[in-house]
């Protein structure tokens, strides 16, 4: 058997086909032993009352015998006979083949085998006169019985396999028919040959039974990875979108520069123009470059112990600079050192980005609060400013690559690309944290990072 594969309708089918046989198999034993000690307690019973009645019709009168047992109704396949105390027989012919010796004896039933048959002996004797008492002997044939059972074992043999083959042929149609969802199911994920096909469906009509549970998975499935699906190639057109703006300048810059040869001025301006565009593509292929790693999960962080509020101090101060030409003010509140185990790289990378936006959508003479707080198991951060703030219709998507509430104002900032909240998210989430967003449109924003503390 080994190495054959069976269909699992057909493994079923051959399952309760062999369960069928084995009760049926019990079922038919059983039966046999049932009716053999049933007849045969019959035969018993009724060879008692026959030898007990005919000993009744045997009277003794005026010193002769008189037997009345041919009058009587008795069973074909009895024999009465009638002894004297000495064994001579008085009445009745022995049956074909049965040996005569056998002791006489009350109220029990003898059992000889002769080899080719079997008989029961039942003795009594008269007791109508108490001057002559004679044994009156029964003797049954068993092969009546055995005939009688051997016509059940004979209809059982053909009923047997005709019941097995039936269960059988209906058991498969059965299994077949409560398959049938499955071969659809097989059907449907058979037709998706391509990305294209995952908005398809498996449809599903019937009990809400384990099938419906698998087609309810399926389906389920198929939404995630269309969703999954349309992400990718959404992201594929954003950063060539994304690419494709810097290169066109710089391929137009490029062109005018070279026809400023008299002009070095204009030639400069140009140059410059370049520098920042290929420093914009150069942060955007970084960011992509970082985040396709993340994708593939080949990101090694390097942990180490570090201070955090050390850290949110060097960011303000990179960005200070930054903060002054908006008129923004930069507040750190803390409530002492706080000792991180993380990726100092990739925290500073959280922070800068958070913070730079605070700026780029504060409002002059705005503020960026950085609060940081440490509890027992946790450490947390919030990155508060009183700019332009998030609509709530946007706070869902802003996490999604290349997503810009505003395009046309996020277009005049170098790097900016929608790449950055992304990333942070990345960050934090690579960090086992979580980030949440609270903002109002025109009010400010507040992010709240919570991390998690570890030991180094
Ligand atoms: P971008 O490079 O465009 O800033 P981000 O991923 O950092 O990309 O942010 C995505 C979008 O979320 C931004 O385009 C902006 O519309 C919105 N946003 C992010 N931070 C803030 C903030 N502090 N205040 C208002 N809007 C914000």
Redesign the pocket.
Known sequence: MRGIKFSIKLKVTLWYTFFDLLIVGIIFILLIKGSQSNLLGGYQKTLINTVENAAEDVEYEDGKLEIDIEHEDYPSNIRILVYTLNGEKVYGSLPYGFIEKIPFSVEEIKRENTGEKEWYVYDTYTDNNEEQVYWVRGILSIDSSTIAISSIIGTAFILLPLLVLLAAVGGYIVTKHAFKPIDNLNHAIASIDSGNDLYKRIPYKGAKDEIYTLTQNFNEMFIRLEEAFTREKQFTSDASHELRTPIAVIKAECEYGLMQKENPLEMQSSLESILRQSQTMSALVNQLLMLARADKGTVQLSKETFNLCELVEMVVESLEEEAEEKQIKLYIFRQEDIAFYGDQTLMMRLFI?LVS??I??GNAEGYVKIRLEETEHQIIAYIE?N????AKV?QGK?WNRF????PSR?KF?AG???????MVKWIVEMHQGNITLE?EEGKG?TFKIVLPKFKG
């Open positions: 980005n936006n605070g780029y959508y400013d700019g332009i703030g998030i946007h802003i997503y810009q509430v505003d996020s900032r900016s690309s929608g790449l950055g909240l992304a903002s924003s």
